[in-house]
């Protein structure tokens, strides 16, 4: 296992109860898991209850993979909110983007997304609340490039910064390969996936009303192999998933049967063995979420 391309692992831990023998232990259980694995791990996590907090390479930047697609959907409701757009909008369905190097067209491939009937409707028009809605539960690839067309990836990297994330990177849509070609990439870390998570959980990245409803989709995914993977069933996991190759990502608002809540951002990198990283991924989240109910 490596966590830092130095190949260091750097891990903070910060608490505001005296419980550092169980985050001593917990570390360690986490550190264990990890080291099964070749890649790079970062975790970012808070308790929004008790205001503990956990972190591994939490600055560490990470390809955002799919992970982007909730910044863009705060940009939604941000635009929706100030009355620059409105969710029941009609928007054409189309297959035709241009790239941020130099405004050339390209296309997405069906077989390369992971929702393919939105490709059966190219031409026509659809809500743009179900865009959204298909962009998060389904990583609708098609459907983010409409929606960020729309709104404005800079605009989205904006709100970012003005929400407390300052590393994230919304720059393109998705499948843009000359803008990838020239290191044009959408890119994350660990606490600013986490920072806008807690905004959510707080209604303080667009407003109450229009959280809750983020909160809602992100109740829906249909990706379930990480956070939610090993967790049990009454546990309420609101996530937005990424992936590419060597890379897996996950990133949660998690409540608990009580109403009680934490954040979580699982990120990974670099993996040569994709699938047990996913699965011991999934057992950190069980590990960090019996950590919490145990300290209740």
Known sequence: MKLTKTFVLMLALVSCKPNTNELESLRSEILEEFQKHEGTFGVAYKNLETGEELYINENEVFHAASTMKTPVMIEVFKQAAEGKLNLPDSIEIKNTFSSIVDGSSY????????ETELYDL????RLLSDLVYDMIIVSSNLATNIVIELVDAKKVTNTMRTLGAKDIQVL?????????????SNTTTPLDLMIIFEKMAKGEAVNKESDERMIEILL???YNEI?????????KVAHKTGWIRGVHHDSALVILPDGKKYVLVLLSKELTDEDNAVAS???????????VVSVE
């Open 227 to 235: 956070i939610p993977g090993n967790l049990p069933t009454e546990v």
């Open 107 to 114: 296309s997405l491939h069906v077989e390369d997304d992971s």
């Open 172 to 184: 393109r849509g998705v499948e843009d390969q000359k803008a990838f070609d020239n290191g044009l």
């Open 281 to 291: 991924m999934a057992k950190v989240s069980r590990l960090i979420y019996d950590h």
């Open 122 to 125: 190219i031409g026509t028009k």
């Open 220 to 222: 829906d995914q249909k």
